[in-house]
């Protein structure tokens, strides 16, 4: 094994140490030196792959929306008119809870840190400014196709983003409450009602 070999073996062991402790004991409950116990290394390893518990965090957070992104740009590049596209995209939700599972409290517990952290707030909602672009843009795709009514595409793509957050919110606070991902879908086609062109 080359030393890059050992060195992406160790920081994969830290992310997934990590992960596993802050979904038993919560962000703030999760020490550096218990991700280092988990993983199986020396603090000294972990300073050497993560300069901080807060830049280990938001690689995880990255990493879960990385694999968001990729189904995200899969459902945009298929040959479907944009309402399918949408509609398509909120089966995602029920893949979101599957991918990040009990790592999902995390999130809250850390966005309410972000409130009280700049570097943190700005790590946070860059995702959700990146997604509502990508949303506005599919409107604006819609209208151009005739298939959507001519709408402010900003406005129609921050809906989309509230309700996908509200629906994941809700899935947290309630899990048993509702099928979270057919909620997801009948919301959207709610929306869709709205704005699609007949």
Same mark, same amino acid.
């Given at each position: 094994?080359?030393?890059?070999?050992?060195?992406?073996?160790?920081?994969?062991?830290?992310?997934?140490?990590? #992960?596993?402790?802050y979904?038993?004991? $919560? +962000?703030?409950?999760?020490?550096? #030196?218990?991700?280092? !116990?988990?993983?199986? &290394? @020396? =603090?000294?390893?972990? +300073?050497?792959?993560? @300069? @901080? =518990?807060?830049?280990?965090?938001?690689?995880?957070?990255?990493?879960?929306?990385?694999?968001?992104?990729?189904?995200?740009?899969?459902?945009r @590049?298929?040959?479907?008119?944009?309402?399918?596209?949408? &509609? *398509?995209?909120?089966?995602?939700?029920?893949?979101?809870?599957?991918?990040? $599972?009990?790592?999902?409290?995390?999130?809250?517990?850390?966005?309410?840190?972000?409130?009280?952290?700049?570097a943190?707030?700005? #790590?946070?909602?860059?995702? +959700?400014?990146? +997604?509502?672009?990508?949303?506005?843009?599919?409107?604006?795709?819609?209208v151009?196709?005739?298939?959507?009514?001519?709408?402010?595409? !900003?406005?129609?793509?921050?809906?989309?983003?509230s309700?996908?957050?509200?629906? &994941?919110?809700?899935?947290?606070?309630?899990?048993?409450? *509702?099928?979270? $991902?057919?909620?997801?879908?009948? $919301?959207?086609?709610?929306?869709?009602?709205g704005?699609?062109?007949?």
């Amino acid at each position: 094994m080359t030393t890059q070999q050992r060195g992406e073996e160790t920081r994969a062991r830290i992310l997934d140490a990590a #992960a596993t402790g802050y979904a038993e004991q $919560g +962000y703030d409950g999760t020490s550096v #030196a218990d991700i280092c !116990d988990r993983a199986g &290394v @020396s =603090k000294g390893a972990f +300073y050497h792959h993560f @300069s @901080s =518990k807060q830049a280990l965090f938001l690689e995880l957070l990255e990493r879960w929306l990385d694999v968001i992104d990729g189904e995200l740009e899969e459902i945009r @590049s298929a040959e479907a008119a944009v309402p399918e596209q949408l &509609v *398509a995209m909120t089966e995602m939700i029920r893949r979101v809870f599957q991918a990040a $599972g009990d790592q999902l409290p995390v999130f809250l517990e850390f966005w309410a840190r972000a409130t009280h952290d700049p570097a943190t707030w700005e #790590a946070t909602i860059a995702p +959700y400014r990146r +997604y509502r672009r990508v949303f506005a843009e599919m409107i604006e795709t819609g209208v151009t196709e005739g298939t959507l009514r001519p709408v402010d595409p !900003d406005t129609a793509a921050r809906i989309v983003v509230s309700l996908a957050i509200g629906v &994941v919110v809700q899935g947290l606070l309630d899990t048993e409450g *509702a099928d979270w $991902g057919e909620v997801a879908r009948q $919301g959207m086609e709610m929306l869709l009602e709205g704005i699609r062109r007949e």
